[in-house]
C-alpha cells in the first residue's frame, strides 16, 4: 500500500533562518508530486509540482524553493523566512499513468516568529 | 477569484440532518473532486466525478455535476458528529495540478 510521510509535524522558525520541509512517499514508483500552503481557515495554494527527478514547476513566485532528489522524495527550502512563510504545508503525490485522486499528508505547521 | 469556490463558507445542523454544499467554478473541467479535511490534518479523497457525469453516489455521500452552469453540490446524508471537518472541492482542468477552493467547515452537533 502506499503512504505519505512529513516531517517535522511542527515548526517553529524566526523570520531570517532557513527551512527545509521533507515529504516522502513508499509504495508507488514516479508519483507526481505538490507542494501546497494553507492559511488559517483557507483554501489550498499550489507552490510546487512535480512529474519526475529534478523537474520542478513551480505556481507563484515567492520566497520559498522545492528539490525532488530523489524519485519519491520532495524538499520544501527557503533561505531565509518571512512572517508571510507561516502556514501550513501539505504534500500530496499522485499516482503515475491515469490516476487523477492527489493523496495528502499530514502536514506541517510552521510559525515563523 | 478562484477556480472553485464553495458555499456556504460554514454549515451548522443536528445529528442525522443532511448537508448539502455547493461549490461553483469558472472554466471548463475534466473532473471534479471532493476532498474532507479534519482540523490540522492532510486532505482526505472522498468523491470524484467526471465532466461527462451528472450524479455519482458514495456510500452516505451523493454528489451532482451540472457542467452548464459549471457547479457541483455534495449532499452527505443523515449525518454524524464525525462528519465535522471542512469541505473542499477541487477541480482538474487538465493542467497537471488540481485548483482547491476555501472549503465549506460543516458542524455536525451530537
Known amino acids: 500500500s502506499q503512504t505519505i510521510h512529513q516531517w517535522p509535524a511542527t515548526l517553529v522558525q524566526p523570520v531570517g533562518s532557513p527551512l527545509s520541509l521533507e515529504c516522502t512517499v513508499e509504495g508507488t514508483s514516479n508519483p507526481n508530486l505538490y507542494w501546497y500552503r494553507q492559511a488559517a481557515g483557507r483554501g489550498l495554494q499550489l507552490l510546487f509540482y512535480s512529474v519526475g527527478i529534478g523537474q520542478i514547476s513551480s505556481e507563484v513566485p515567492q520566497n520559498l524553493s522545492a528539490s525532488r532528489p530523489q524519485d519519491r522524495q520532495f524538499i520544501l527550502s527557503s533561505k531565509k523566512l518571512l512572517l508571510s512563510d507561516s502556514g501550513f504545508y501539505l504534500c500530496a503525490y499522485e499516482r503515475g499513468g491515469a490516476e487523477e485522486t492527489q493523496y495528502f499528508g499530514p502536514g506541517t505547521r510552521l510559525l515563523v516568529l | 477569484s478562484q477556480q472553485g469556490e464553495e458555499d456556504p463558507q460554514a454549515l451548522s445542523i443536528q445529528e442525522g440532518e443532511n448537508a448539502t454544499m455547493n461549490c461553483s467554478y469558472k472554466?471548463?473541467?475534466?473532473?471534479l473532486q471532493w476532498y474532507r479535511q479534519n482540523s490540522g490534518r492532510g486532505l482526505v479523497h472522498l468523491i470524484l466525478i467526471r465532466s461527462n457525469e451528472r450524479e455519482k453516489h458514495s456510500g452516505r455521500l451523493r454528489v451532482t455535476l451540472d457542467t452548464s452552469k459549471k457547479s457541483s453540490s455534495l449532499l452527505i446524508t443523515a449525518s454524524r458528529a464525525a462528519d465535522t471537518a471542512s469541505y473542499f472541492c477541487a477541480t482538474d482542468t487538465g493542467r497537471r495540478a488540481l485548483t482547491f477552493g476555501s472549503g465549506t467547515r460543516l458542524q455536525v452537533q451530537p
Open positions: 472554466t471548463s473541467i475534466n473532473n
